[in-house]
């Protein structure tokens, strides 16, 4: 049970496009979700979080216009990279959390994004 | 705010060695604690956690961590690795409702 689905697992795209990433909580419905990013060798870094049906809460220093997060159901959230540039590159990981407590969050497996 | 630290970022060790790898956290009234584990190019998966009640919590795979609240640690335990488990292990931690903060993770590296 608790399983989180991301999609696309691999992206490679060209400087100045957009890229929408999905989380789906496949087999329960999540009331929060969170974004993290993770840069190579390094820790993942919460981006945003996201409660279905409001906007999402960004962590200081993420820009919101680049980084669009969307919650619209239970079971989904997406987030959106526009106007990609290289150094969006990096490995995003989405988790959510089941029932009314935050804790314990379930991970999805990662999107691997490349900006040429 | 919470922080988490894992102060090895590499651990070597010998096939069916015991390990320990450490963790502490910052202070806090009332705190979740968590150990994820991730293989390459691939997401977290939980391995155990610490939520209330009993100290010492088991994994399945014969981690175990023990929550020590007088040295703000939880360090994780196995008495005998596998090859299999060479991977990155992050601890978390979060205080309530709030989004898990991780430390910088620490690799596993089993040697034959």
């Known amino acids: 049970g608790a399983v989180v689905s991301q999609h696309p697992s691999r992206v490679i795209c060209k400087s100045g496009t957009s890229v929408k990433i999905e989380c789906r909580s496949l087999d329960f419905q999540a009331t929060t979700m969170f974004w993290y990013r993770q840069f190579p060798k390094k820790s993942l870094m919460l981006m945003a979080t996201?409660?279905?049906?409001?906007?999402?809460?960004?962590e200081q220093g993420v820009e919101k216009d680049k980084f669009l997060i969307n919650h619209a159901s239970l079971t989904l959230s997406t987030l959106t990279v526009t106007s990609a540039h290289p150094e969006d590159s990096s490995f995003y990981i989405c988790?959510?959390?089941?029932?009314?407590?935050?804790?314990?969050?379930?991970f999805g497996d990662g999107t691997r994004l490349s900006i040429l | 705010a919470q922080s988490v630290t894992q102060l090895d970022s590499q651990v070597p060790v010998f096939e069916e060695a015991p390990v320990e790898l450490r963790c502490n956290y910052s202070s806090s009234v009332s705190v979740y604690l968590f150990w994820y584990v991730q293989y390459p190019n691939q997401g977290l998966q939980l391995l155990l956690k610490?939520?209330?009640?009993?100290?010492l919590v088991e994994s399945i795979n014969g981690f175990e961590a023990e929550f020590n609240k007088s040295q703000t640690s939880f360090h994780l335990r196995k008495p005998s690795v596998h090859i299999s488990d060479t991977a990155e292990y992050f601890c978390?931690?979060?205080?309530?409702?709030?989004?898990?903060?991780f430390g910088s993770g620490t690799r596993l590296q089993v040697q034959p």
């Open positions: 996201s409660n279905e049906g409001s906007k999402a809460t960004y």
């Open positions: 610490y939520l209330s009640g009993s100290t």
């Open positions: 978390a931690a979060a205080s309530g409702r709030r989004a898990l903060t």
């Open positions: 988790s959510a959390s089941q029932g009314p407590e935050v804790q314990p969050q379930h």
